[in-house]
């Protein structure tokens, strides 16, 4: 056995991973972005984010068997290299507009996360198995992830001086991006070689589509496997659903809201937007890398159960507060928390139940599984939110909450039979 401080090194390109791939510069303003410079309504919003989980929903199993199958590491790099081409589009999508040239540039990014999501976090796992480290899974986990939150902190607040600097020239916060994962790219070539190992050297398309059955036979076979991912991807969809809202939110609870006098309103409302995601994210890191430290504490399958009441009342109360940039701010908070208060233990949940082998396709397929339920309420989300952004943050929270109480009493009636 051995200690995360025997490999100091290792866990530092773990954090550093996280930390570069979270410098979008873009992402606290995307959705303005699209509004003010692309002209386009939150209906065709909801349209562009269905496209990308529909690229995410076909790649996503794919892209885990390639993973275990041909090599974690050559994943990864494929990743950054559809981020990066898709972020040189959504720059000239910017000089020149339209909505097919953001389909083009949100499908390649769809591409990117397919590659990207539940590699990493096996990659972590796999050396935790091979070094033999003592400390929880949710640990190490919590603390790199940490990290990532910390660079969002960062991002956050030097993309206000960005936008402020470039005059609302948003397009170029994806020049920008383009630094740090390129970065990001070249770390990861110096991973440990055996966390590309491989179980095939060339590609052959009846393996390749064996495993793709098998990873999904896998899962939703084993039924404590199946119950986890299920419930990860529902939560995450759920979520996932409301955050993005918070730009046009801001904007339309801020008007006439002046804190910095030698700023315009629109000035104000940047800052206001970039501030409550640096203060998010810092929160969110500190909720993150302690989230270990419920285990023992606490049940954590009625911990995991509860996250789904605790926001869903936070949905309900920010729909009746859509006017207060205080409750907004207060709002959001708390759901990045509960949000980095669970993960950890969801993640730790589905590695231990999982097979090693298998657990980069499990992850996967929890992100397909998101992506799936985004793609069908994406557009219709948008629509709600073009007609009323109360009413979708009231509808949503009454749902979480109805998820819950299902939950909650399915459990209490299995109990009894037992």
């Known amino acids: 056995m051995s200690s ?9 390109k773990f954090g550093m991973y996280g930390f570069l791939k979270n410098l979008r510069f873009f992402e606290p303003f995307l959705i303005l972005f699209f509004l003010e410079v692309g002209g386009l ?20 199993i794919p892209s885990g068997v390639i993973a275990d199958m041909y090599g974690k590491k050559t994943q990864l790099v494929m990743c950054f290299v559809f981020y990066i081409a898709s972020f040189v589009i959504f720059f000239f999508g910017g000089i020149a507009p339209t909505f097919w040239i953001f389909v083009i540039a949100m499908g390649l990014f769809g591409f990117g996360e397919a590659f990207r999501s539940g590699t990493h976090k096996a990659m972590i796992m796999q050396f935790l198995d091979v070094e033999e480290i003592e400390e ?45 994962y390129s970065i990001d790219l070249l770390m990861i070539l110096t991973y440990p070689k055996y966390m590309n190992k491989r179980k095939e050297n060339e590609f052959k ?21 199946r119950g986890f991912v299920v ?13 993005d809202y918070i730009q046009p939110l801001v904007v339309s609870a801020s008007v006439g809201f002046i804190l910095f006098s030698q700023l315009d309103t629109e000035e104000n409302e940047k800052v206001y937007i970039g501030v409550i995601y640096a203060i998010i994210y810092i929160i969110s890191a500190i909720a993150t890398r302690n989230a270990y430290k419920l285990e023992g504490k606490v049940d954590k399958v009625k911990t995991i159960n509860l996250a789904w009441l605790l926001m869903g009342g936070v949905s309900l109360l920010l729909g009746f507060f859509t006017n207060s940039i205080v409750v907004i701010f207060v709002a959001f908070i708390l759901m990045y928390i509960i ?50 952004l109360q009413l979708l943050f009231m509808i949503v929270g009454a749902v979480m909450i109805a998820i819950y109480s299902i939950t909650a009493l399915t459990r209490r009636n299995m109990n009894q039979k037992a």
């Not at 995360?4 to 530092?12: E, F």
């Open 4 to 12: 995360i401080n025997q490999h100091k090194g290792q866990m530092l």
């Open 41 to 60: 309504n939150l209906f065709q919003i909801g349209i562009l984010i269905s496209i990308r989980e529909i690229i995410i929903y076909i790649v996503e």
């Open 136 to 180: 929880p899974k949710s640990e190490v986990y919590g603390k790199t992830r940490s990290m990532s939150l910390i660079g969002s902190t960062i991002m956050s607040l030097i993309s206000v001086v960005l936008i402020l600097w470039l005059q609302g020239e948003y397009h170029y916060l994806f020049l920008v991006a383009i630094i740090p």
């Open 205 to 225: 398309l009846k393996n390749f589509l064996k495993e793709n059955w098998l990873s999904l036979k896998y899962v939703f076979q084993k039924k404590k496997v």
């Open 231 to 243: 419930d990860a991807s529902a939560f995450q969809a759920g979520f996932k659903s409301v955050k």
């Open 339 to 388: 949000l980095n208060l669970r993960r950890p233990i969801m993640v730790q949940e589905i590695g231990d139940v999982t097979e090693e082998g298998r657990r980069a396709s499990a992850l996967s397929i929890q992100a397909q599984l998101t992506s799936l339920l985004l793609v069908i309420f994406a557009p219709l989300i948008g629509l709600l939110a073009d007609y009323s």
